[in-house]
């Protein structure tokens, strides 16, 4: 898409945001005396504060583009990642996982596996987590890197390393603290910087009710993939099509595969235990405001669908509406390829336009909208049209989608500059953001689980704030490695992901049986965790999806299934993963015996923790009836949007 | 831990929603946000949100003495 040109109003927000964010690191630094403070800011903060970063440490740039793209290409079903998926995970962990996290005081989720089971299953887990969570910072700087690149026109290498150096420096200030104190800045910038996005779109459509018929005229246009006509409802509904079967909705999955694999599974096991988000829970300030963390982040969480999964249903009305003057951006195209077209427009006549749409389709590389393309012909042979208006008229008919370029699309279209500013500096902040996040969550599992551990035990507290300083300059080192990597080898950091998956995938089994299960062993869990993870592999190996060919996208030892799409391939892929490492931990388990007393786990497991007894609190401010009242609004949302 | 989120937050959403304000009054251009100067709406809206968090802030830090 062609760059965005800054104004001055623009340059001057981005710039005050940066030297706040700089601001906090330094105002924090006289607070970092030990290595707690450093690594997991000390139990000090405040609960509304641990609320937010809870959620914004996994709102990041890319969820906010993804859910947009989701929204444009799913429809408000996209919600069902947040309301059958975070929400229950984020109250179940609140209500019955936090006691043992908090309580047990481990510093880190690896280290709670330690104490739970053995070091084995802290090796494997801390490993996996820390070249994940690295390689998850990198996928995020180059996304940024690239953004910047191709929407500013800055220098990609220069773009990476500056942001870098800012989220380094305020982070090597403050540390944990740093993160979370703009983890929640960062909150506020998204919700401020796009909720005029939204409601300008909204209003430009004639409202919700306006939108969701558009939406429907759409559906009743579209055809699947495997030629079923959709139902008028697959955009606006978000339980019917879904309900109709995987072939009546665009994203081709079926209800087992999304209340189990995707609403069960895959979300439990992020929310539950990924140390990114777990992290900011266990620095609050006490038991009480560790398990309220993730219900006051629940509610932020519920309201989000409608701040990042709507833009991309904006975008599909706007599209399907003439006289708007939008379109979802077409995929990136060099202007040689738009130079050559324009060239075949003005040499076409209306009697040998038909060749001329070829011509061009070959020319660009994509489908293209011949109807269009026709008329466009049709009108410069009538009227001489200038170049600029013929290169957008072939650009409004290319018929491909770069559903990833939707939000901003959305905001180059409704944000004049300030606004423009405001909204910008809230992607780049959320980028950052989340660089910040993986880089502290390294840190910490680095130098307690890694280094500590096993490296250099027994040294006095100062040398593991020092070494805890030193990752973060290695963490952000590597982070910046990874992100050169991923923007070379697509096809490697696809490959990368999926790993990343199959590691995800049976960990809630594990954690399951490890905390409310007493039998469970160290042998079955790490038996079971590895049998998980391989059973992944296996899976992927023998499936694939819509019309994959086998190879890096599954079924390359045979093809025992085809799933109707990938997200649905993901989800019983989880499914399964997860049934193998749950029967695998049990029944090793109960014929293996445990390597720790009843004594030793007391505070680590259900039955041998005394129940907490929160008698100061009154009784709707219990986890457990906030819990449940949260339930029941989600469910509300679910029928509103039924 | 002895830095009260509330500062950084509240002064820089009263910064920017100072500076988007003068820019909405300073330049009203309407067109593409639907006729609409969303600069000085939308400036106005984080100086009353900026300016609500500092004063928190403020009476955090009283409450505490």
Same mark, same amino acid.
């Given at each position: 898409?062609?760059?965005?040109?800054?104004?001055?109003?623009?340059?001057?927000?981005?710039?005050?945001?940066?030297?706040?964010?700089?601001?906090?690191?330094?105002?924090?630094?006289?607070?970092?005396?030990?290595?707690?403070?450093?690594?997991?800011?000390?139990?000090?903060?405040?609960?509304?504060?641990?609320?937010?970063?809870?959620?914004?440490?996994?709102?990041?740039?890319?969820?906010?583009?993804?859910?947009?793209?989701?929204?444009?290409?799913?429809?408000?079903?996209?919600?069902?990642?947040?309301?059958?998926?975070?929400?229950?995970?984020?109250?179940?962990?609140?209500?019955?996982?936090?006691?043992?996290?908090?309580?047990?005081?481990?510093?880190?989720?690896?280290?709670?596996?330690?104490?739970?089971?053995?070091?084995?299953?802290?090796?494997?887990?801390?490993?996996?987590?820390?070249?994940?969570?690295?390689?998850?910072?990198?996928?995020?700087?180059?996304?940024?890197?690239?953004?910047?690149?191709?929407?500013?026109?800055?220098?990609?290498?220069?773009?990476?390393?500056?942001?870098?150096?800012?989220?380094?420096?305020?982070?090597?200030?403050?540390?944990?603290?740093?993160?979370?104190?703009?983890?929640?800045?960062?909150?506020?910038?998204?919700?401020?910087?796009?909720?005029?996005?939204?409601?300008?779109?909204?209003?430009?459509?004639?409202?919700?009710?306006?939108?969701?018929?558009?939406?429907?005229?759409?559906?009743?246009?579209?055809?699947?993939?495997?030629?079923?006509?959709?139902?008028?409802?697959?955009?606006?509904?978000?339980?019917?099509?879904?309900?109709?079967?995987?072939?009546?909705?665009?994203?081709?999955?079926?209800?087992?595969?999304?209340?189990?694999?995707?609403?069960?599974?895959?979300?439990?096991?992020?929310?539950?235990?990924?140390?990114?988000?777990?992290?900011?829970?266990?620095?609050?300030?006490?038991?009480?405001?560790?398990?309220?963390?993730?219900?006051?982040?629940?509610?932020?969480?519920?309201?989000?669908?409608?701040?990042?999964?709507?833009?991309?249903?904006?975008?599909?009305?706007?599209?399907?509406?003439?006289?708007?003057?939008?379109?979802?951006?077409?995929?990136?195209?060099?202007?040689?390829?738009?130079?050559?077209?324009?060239?075949?427009?003005?040499?076409?006549?209306?009697?040998?336009?038909?060749?001329?749409?070829?011509?061009?389709?070959?020319?660009?590389?994509?489908?293209?909208?011949?109807?269009?393309?026709?008329?466009?012909?049709?009108?410069?042979?009538?009227?001489?049209?200038?170049?600029?208006?013929?290169?957008?008229?072939?650009?409004?008919?290319?018929?491909?989608?770069?559903?990833?370029?939707?939000?901003?699309?959305?905001?180059?279209?409704?944000?004049?500059?300030?606004?423009?500013?405001?909204?910008?500096?809230?992607?780049?902040?959320?980028?950052?953001?989340?660089?910040?996040?993986?880089?502290?969550?390294?840190?910490?599992?680095?130098?307690?689980?890694?280094?500590?551990?096993?490296?250099?035990?027994?040294?006095?507290?100062?040398?593991?704030?020092?070494?805890?300083?030193?990752?973060?300059?290695?963490?952000?080192?590597?982070?910046?490695?990874?992100?050169?990597?991923?923007?070379?080898?697509?096809?490697?950091?696809?490959?990368?992901?999926?790993?990343?998956?199959?590691?995800?995938?049976?960990?809630?089994?594990?954690?399951?049986?490890?905390?409310?299960?007493?039998?469970?062993?160290?042998?079955?869990?790490?038996?079971?965790?590895?049998?998980?993870?391989?059973?992944?592999?296996?899976?992927?190996?023998?499936?694939?999806?819509?019309?994959?060919?086998?190879?890096?996208?599954?079924?390359?030892?045979?093809?025992?299934?085809?799933?109707?799409?990938?997200?649905?391939?993901?989800?019983?892929?989880?499914?399964?993963?997860?049934?193998?490492?749950?029967?695998?931990?049990?029944?090793?388990?109960?014929?293996?015996?445990?390597?720790?007393?009843?004594?030793?786990?007391?505070?680590?497991?259900?039955?041998?923790?005394?129940?907490?007894?929160?008698?100061?609190?009154?009784?709707?401010?219990?986890?457990?009836?906030?819990?449940?009242?949260?339930?029941?609004?989600?469910?509300?949302?679910?029928?509103?949007?039924? | 831990?002895?830095?009260?989120?509330?500062?950084?937050?509240?002064?820089?959403?009263?910064?920017?929603?100072? %500076?988007?304000? &003068?820019?909405? /009054? #300073?330049?009203?251009?309407?067109? $593409?946000?639907? *006729?609409?100067?969303?600069? %000085?709406?939308? &400036?106005?809206? /984080? #100086?009353?949100?900026?300016?609500? $968090?500092?004063? *928190?802030?403020?009476?955090?830090?009283?409450?505490?003495?």
């Amino acid at each position: 898409m062609q760059p965005i040109q800054l104004q001055w109003i623009d340059y001057t927000i981005l710039i005050a945001y940066v030297a706040f964010v700089l601001g906090i690191g330094w105002a924090l630094a006289r607070y970092m005396k030990t290595s707690a403070d450093f690594l997991t800011s000390a139990h000090s903060i405040p609960t509304w504060v641990t609320g937010l970063a809870f959620i914004s440490a996994n709102l990041g740039a890319l969820e906010l583009v993804g859910m947009a793209a989701s929204g444009a290409k799913y429809g408000i079903m996209t919600a069902h990642f947040y309301w059958v998926g975070a929400i229950p995970a984020m109250i179940f962990l609140a209500v019955f996982m936090m006691p043992f996290y908090y309580g047990s005081k481990a510093r880190s989720v690896p280290e709670y596996l330690k104490m739970r089971f053995d070091e084995r299953v802290r090796a494997l887990n801390s490993v996996a987590f820390a070249v994940m969570t690295i390689f998850a910072s990198g996928i995020s700087m180059n996304a940024l890197a690239k953004l910047l690149n191709q929407l500013l026109g800055w220098n990609y290498d220069l773009a990476l390393w500056i942001c870098s150096a800012v989220v380094l420096l305020y982070v090597l200030k403050g540390g944990l603290t740093s993160a979370i104190y703009t983890e929640v800045l960062q909150f506020f910038m998204i919700v401020l910087g796009f909720a005029p996005v939204v409601y300008l779109g909204l209003k430009d459509l004639g409202g919700w009710h306006a939108m969701n018929q558009s939406l429907q005229t759409v559906a009743t246009h579209t055809v699947a993939p495997n030629g079923t006509q959709y139902a008028a409802n697959a955009w606006t509904s978000a339980w019917q099509p879904l309900l109709a079967g995987s072939a009546h909705n665009p994203m081709g999955v079926d209800l087992f595969a999304m209340v189990f694999g995707l609403g069960f599974v895959l979300s439990f096991g992020y929310w539950c235990t990924n140390f990114l988000v777990v992290q900011r829970a266990m620095a609050a300030k006490n038991m009480a405001a560790a398990r309220n963390t993730p219900l006051v982040a629940a509610v932020p969480k519920m309201i989000f669908p409608f701040l990042v999964i709507v833009p991309g249903m904006i975008a599909v009305a706007l599209t399907s509406i003439p006289g708007k003057g939008y379109r979802i951006p077409p995929p990136v195209i060099a202007e040689q390829a738009y130079a050559e077209a324009v060239a075949v427009v003005k040499s076409a006549s209306p009697a040998n336009a038909a060749v001329a749409v070829t011509t061009i389709g070959i020319d660009l590389g994509k489908k293209v909208d011949s109807v269009k393309l026709t008329s466009l012909i049709t009108d410069n042979a009538a009227k001489k049209l200038t170049d600029a208006q013929i290169k957008t008229g072939i650009y409004n008919s290319i018929a491909e989608y770069d559903y990833d370029g939707v939000i901003l699309s959305l905001v180059k279209k409704y944000c004049p500059a300030g606004l423009l500013g405001l909204a910008l500096t809230a992607l780049l902040a959320s980028f950052m953001s989340g660089m910040a996040g993986n880089v502290t969550a390294f840190n910490t599992v680095w130098t307690y689980d890694l280094y500590q551990a096993y490296f250099a035990p027994g040294r006095s507290d100062k040398h593991y704030f020092w070494a805890g300083k030193v990752t973060t300059v290695a963490g952000i080192l590597l982070s910046i490695a990874a992100a050169y990597f991923a923007s070379r080898y697509n096809n490697a950091m696809d490959i990368i992901q999926l790993v990343f998956g199959f590691v995800n995938a049976p960990l809630f089994a594990t954690f399951l049986l490890g905390m409310f299960w007493k039998r469970t062993t160290g042998t079955g869990a790490f038996l079971g965790l590895f049998g998980g993870i391989a059973s992944s592999a296996l899976f992927h190996a023998v499936t694939t999806a819509g019309t994959n060919a086998p190879g890096v996208k599954g079924g390359y030892l045979a093809v025992l299934q085809t799933f109707p799409s990938e997200m649905a391939q993901n989800f019983w892929l989880a499914g399964f993963a997860f049934t193998v490492c749950f029967v695998l931990t049990l029944t090793i388990s109960l014929a293996t015996k445990s390597g720790k007393t009843d004594e030793e786990l007391t505070g680590l497991v259900y039955s041998l923790t005394p129940k907490i007894k929160s008698t100061d609190l009154p009784f709707y401010a219990q986890p457990g009836v906030v819990g449940v009242v949260l339930l029941i609004c989600c469910a509300v949302l679910n029928f509103i949007f039924w | 831990m002895g830095l009260d989120i509330r500062w950084p937050i509240g002064l820089m959403f009263t910064l920017i929603g100072a %500076l988007l304000t &003068g820019y909405g /009054l #300073l330049k009203s251009d309407v067109s $593409m946000s639907l *006729g609409i100067n969303i600069n %000085l709406v939308w &400036g106005v809206v /984080l #100086l009353v949100f900026g300016a609500a $968090m500092v004063i *928190g802030a403020m009476r955090g830090g009283a409450a505490k003495k």
